[in-house]
């Protein structure tokens, strides 16, 4: 059980009051999880409301990491479960808390990280391509909305209660980390390129290509087998293999 939850990273996008990251820690700490990622908040090391809201859980701030972006932060990462209230047309296929911690509980140890976007805008499109899972709290009204720490507690209790009652499970494979699969979309967006694709970046096909390969759960080996396709590939295009001559027959 410490194992999995020590392999989780909750991940708060530009927090803008050190209070909520207090009573995040604070949560963070009543579910037995101590690892906290930021991108670009307030300051909130010293500041009287967070030491305040995040009473007793100070050593989640002390070892707290920050990042200048979500990309960074994800680094070394190798599932990620974005918790947002917002649907469209790259956020499909919601799991509630619970299912999300009953998947995390079933997996293998690696490290995992619960991402919860701005508390006025959430994340934005392109951001939100980094997501394996999105995580939708049910909740009554037209205009459902909780507050970070009432979030990141809701979510954090789900996977608590779910890793006690199943403990861990060793029949998946570990997946490769964010990074192996940020390469290949890369190699084979260049791969497209120098094919004339006639798209710009961050286009219809780039952003189903990101949301493609973050629906997978490829190994470190399965993500090489790619990686080989597209250097074989782009050796042809650029050698543009020539027609075999007579002295070859």
């Known amino acids: ?23 995040v820690v604070r949560a963070m ?4 999880l101590s690892r906290l990622r930021l991108v670009n908040p307030v300051p909130f090391r ?29 680094q070394g990462i190798s599932q990620v479960f974005l918790a947002t209230a917002k649907k469209g ?11 999300a911690a009953a998947r995390i509980a079933a997996g293998p140890a690696e490290k995992i990280a619960l991402v919860f976007g701005r ?11 980094s997501a394996n899972y999105f995580i939708r709290i049910p909740m009554a009204g037209t205009y459902p909305s909780l507050n970070l720490s009432q979030a990141v507690m809701v979510v954090t209790y789900e996977l608590y209660k779910a890793v006690h009652e199943s403990g861990q499970v060793d029949g998946l494979p570990r997946m490769a ?10 190699n084979i967006w260049n791969l497209m390129k120098s094919l004339e694709l006639r798209e710009p970046e961050n286009g219809l096909f780039h952003r189903s290509l990101k949301r493609a390969l973050n629906r997978t759960r490829w190994t470190n080996a399965d993500v090489a087998v790619f990686d080989r396709f597209c250097k074989q590939m782009r050796w042809f295009a650029e050698k543009r293999c ?4 007579e002295e070859d027959k």
């Open 29 to 32: 700490k009543n579910m037995g």
């Open 119 to 129: 508390e006025d805008k959430g994340v934005t499109t392109d951001e939100s391509q």
């Open 1 to 23: 059980m410490k194992e999995i939850l020590d392999n989780i990273h909750i991940v708060l996008v530009e927090p803008k009051n050190a209070g909520n990251i207090g009573s």
């Open 89 to 99: 047309k790259w956020k499909k296929d919601f799991l509630s808390p619970a299912q």
């Open 46 to 74: 010293d500041e009287v409301e967070q030491r305040k809201m995040g009473y007793r859980s100070q050593e989640i701030i002390a070892a707290a990491r920050e990042f200048t972006s979500l990309s960074a932060a994800l």
């Open 242 to 245: 020539r027609p075999p001559q």
């Open 177 to 186: 980390e964010k990074r192996a699969f940020e390469r290949l979309t890369e």
